[in-house]
DNA sequence: CTGAAAGCGCTTACAG
DNA sequence: CTGAAAGCGCTTACAG
């Protein structure tokens, strides 16, 4: 007898059960809910039916010990430059936001784990069965975050990460177009009468998605005949303190100046703060977009114009991928193209 | 022989590959990965040495199979009022990224998933095994609510939510104290000098939390011999559109008022759109304060006084609670206090 | 189309 | 302190 201390959850209901209840075979059972096609209709009838009502759901141990698949996906979200709790790039949320939804779709469950992107990465997920495979999402300084990816491929672990997809990298990426959507930011500035694009965000192969970003609007200024000036170039990370620091930077060297492209809409914001103390009007004086297209985007006084991730395409993309490499499908890396959202902040 | 066609991971080791290899039995080799007092310390050496060698880890199946333990949590976040993609309310990312931390913390996994309130719920996470216990976020019509926490009770569910702590509620709740929050405004306001205070949000038992929050600033203004004008009361869900509408109704009612108290950030700064819309200053002609404490609110223009919340402490509460739920520990529910963080749309 | 049986990789009384 | 053995709840060849 049961001690009856507080309501006691009635014992889970097991297969054997619901196969005693149906009057067929346990391994019957299994098949129906397995979907085989080698069950009779009226069988099957049966034993959906002790299924509902003893709200029977199969153990999802007992079925991953012995199918060898976990049904699960791991995100792991790298956050370095910004330890700071609640501090995410709103950006990197809207992408767990549609990963989440894309994983329901594929009828896979979602584990979620930060990380920090100097730590050794809890890639053990696939090693101790908790997840077919892993989604890594975040930016950082690339050149360390490679080989730790070429450490992964070594390993045999089914991986795909969302960032800048370039040549001989190790295993598959899923990215945005940066280039092209530094492109639409240089023509789109240069339409408005703009000449002197400042850029804040880092550019260098350490960070090759500002990198892209920074090179696609300088090949947009040089069909103009003009150029991005390496004088008005100032290092940021994707915060607003560091845009903020950042747009002070530019405006103390004292080089003229009358649009800036900021690698992110974190920067873009933090540079109109710095701007509007500073008694520079946004856009008369100068110009501002943003990347992303995260919702603050919209909020923002003025509202910023920027460029805009396809998250939910993303989203689909990583997970449909990564369960091809899971399949042992073949897979590839994609470029998703980005869209320019134009907003008071860059004249409207 | 394997045919390889690509990379193929080599098998993963089990316990019994350990055991071979350090010369004991594959009950030793589990009894030192699970700690167990029983072992002798020249004998544990053997064996994780052998662990590191295989790189080793216990497959999280079969163990949990056996325990009868998932070693993980599920997240269920709900979004009813918004159903667009990636417009989840910045507060409940902030939650989500403590509860993350939390949970690791205490060693447990996280699965997220995103719920429609009006949906059936996944609570089956618990019958199929994935998940020891729930924690289930978002706001929504609670009356609609609160016949599903009591038939999770009935169920046996473990589970905890975030939201108003109400009398003979079922199940445990973790939430701010929202009438000390709503007071700590009222008090702020009338300190300001300002007699007319609007209140944007919901203001009824489907909306406990909002409501209280009303209240809260209702008896502070009553101590100063002032009231809340339910003339200067209008609704509003927490989304920055539906913040916009309400000021414009506001507005258009046509009474007097020089504060207003958003019963959310997103509210607030969709009220200030329509202020500053129609030519009023903010805080020069009304005074804004916003609720949550969400980064956003630090970008917005002018600043946003708001109501933090804790969300790191409740994160921490929320899992906390639900372990000892899933040990059959007593817990109860809780109410967290909030701060006031000043800024200048309330006059700094 | 159905059932009996093996086995996935652990954990934990039980016996020594 | 250690090992042999049972068993957690499924899935899937195998035999009929």
Redesign the interface.
Known sequence: MQEPR?????T?ATSMDIAHRAGVSQATVSRVLRGSPLVNAETRKRVEEAVREL?Y??????S??RTQR?G?LALLLFEDPTPD????N?FF??M???I??AC?KHGH??????QQLSDDWHA?YE????ADGLILLGYGDYIAYESKLAHL?A???HFVRWGAVLQGQPGISIGCDNAAGGALVGRHLIARGRRKVAFLGDASTHFPEFFARYCGCDGALREAGLRMNPALQVDADSS?QSGYDAARTLIARGHAFDAIFAASDLIA??AI?AL?EHGLRVPDDVAIVGFDGT??A????PPLTTVVQD??GAGELLVASLLRLVR?EPAESVTLMPTLEVRASSGG
Chains 1, 2 share one sequence.
């Open positions: 507080r309501a006691k959850k009635k889970k709200n759901k199969v153990d999802r141990h007992a991953s010990l976990a699960t709790d609640s501090h995410i709103p949320l809207s767990l936001g549609s989440t939804r329901a469950d979602l584990l979620v784990s930060f053990d090693d101790s069965m908790k491929v390993q045999g672990t607003e914001i933090g703060r509007t919702p603050m919209r909020f923002s006084n998250t939910s042992d």
